[in-house]
Each structure stands twice: as structure tokens, then as C-alpha cells.
């Protein structure tokens, strides 16, 4: 009977070190740190004003980044306030010095008046999330 009661005890330590070991390899994998460096985004700008614009337009704008770390950048995923917006980008990894864009469309119609949306990125850089944003006045 007294093995009935460790049985319990031996799976949940069991399943307490498998459940470490993941949450380690998972935090492993989404450092910067990569092929022994860091990698660092950089914007020349993370914002954007469009000026006035009529109501409907589809608006266009490339970020430019630069990976100035030395290590290589990925951007994983990224985020949008609004269905509106949609980012573009190339999830494959971007080597020191290298140079990147994200294409960013954002689709005027339903809006009116001053807009600012933001966009969300999420990367291995010692700089992890990126928030840039594109402003616009809507006729």
C-alpha cells in the first residue's frame, strides 16, 4: 500500500523536470544571443506621418532597419492595433551590418480625422519589442 502513495510523488517529479527543462530550452532560444553575439534592431525611424490624405486611400510605408548588433536578427512576429494594418517582413535571419525593411500597409477606409497605429515587433535583438507607428489626417 505504501507504494500506491509514492507513485504520485514520482510522477509529479517527473513531470516537474521535464516541465523545467522545456521552460529552459524555450528561454534559450529566445535570447539574442546567437552564434556568440547579440543582435541589435535599429530604425532610422520608428514613426511616420503621412500628412493629410483622402478618406480610402491604401497608404504604403517601408521601414528601414539595420542589425547593428553582432549577432544575427530574427524578427519572430509582430502586432497591429487594427485589422487596418498590416505589416510586412521576412522572418529569416539578418546578419550584423545587414539591412532590412518592414512594408506596412494601412487602409484608410472606415476613418476619418487624426490616426496614429501602431505596430508592434517582436525579435531576438538585445532591443526585443519595437513599436513604431504611422500617423495620418483623413479627409
Known amino acids: 500500500?505504501?507504494?500506491?502513495?509514492?507513485?504520485?510523488?514520482?510522477?509529479?517529479?517527473?513531470?516537474?523536470?521535464?516541465?523545467?527543462?522545456g521552460h529552459n530550452r524555450q528561454a534559450e532560444g529566445s535570447t539574442a544571443e546567437g552564434?556568440?553575439?547579440?543582435?541589435?534592431?535599429?530604425?532610422?525611424?520608428?514613426r511616420h506621418d503621412f500628412g493629410t490624405v483622402r478618406h480610402g486611400e491604401q497608404l504604403v510605408y517601408n521601414f528601414r532597419y539595420k542589425n547593428t548588433g553582432d549577432g544575427p536578427l530574427v524578427i519572430h512576429s509582430s502586432s497591429a492595433d487594427c485589422g487596418c494594418?498590416?505589416?510586412?517582413?521576412?522572418?529569416?535571419?539578418?546578419?550584423?551590418?545587414?539591412?532590412g525593411s518592414i512594408r506596412?500597409?494601412?487602409?484608410t477606409r472606415g476613418f476619418r480625422g487624426r490616426q496614429v497605429k501602431t505596430i508592434n515587433?517582436?525579435?531576438?535583438?538585445?532591443?526585443?519589442?519595437?513599436?513604431l507607428a504611422l500617423r495620418a489626417m483623413i479627409e
Do not use: R, W
Open 1 to 21: 500500500m505504501k507504494h500506491l502513495f509514492f507513485l504520485p510523488v514520482v510522477i509529479m517529479l517527473i513531470f516537474m523536470g521535464s516541465c523545467e527543462s
Open 35 to 46: 552564434n556568440g553575439g547579440k543582435a541589435y534592431i535599429e530604425f532610422a525611424s520608428i
Open 121 to 131: 515587433l517582436f525579435t531576438n535583438a538585445e532591443n526585443a519589442l519595437v513599436t
Open 104 to 107: 506596412v500597409v494601412f487602409d
Open 85 to 99: 494594418t498590416v505589416p510586412e517582413f521576412d522572418s529569416k535571419p539578418l546578419q550584423p551590418g545587414e539591412e
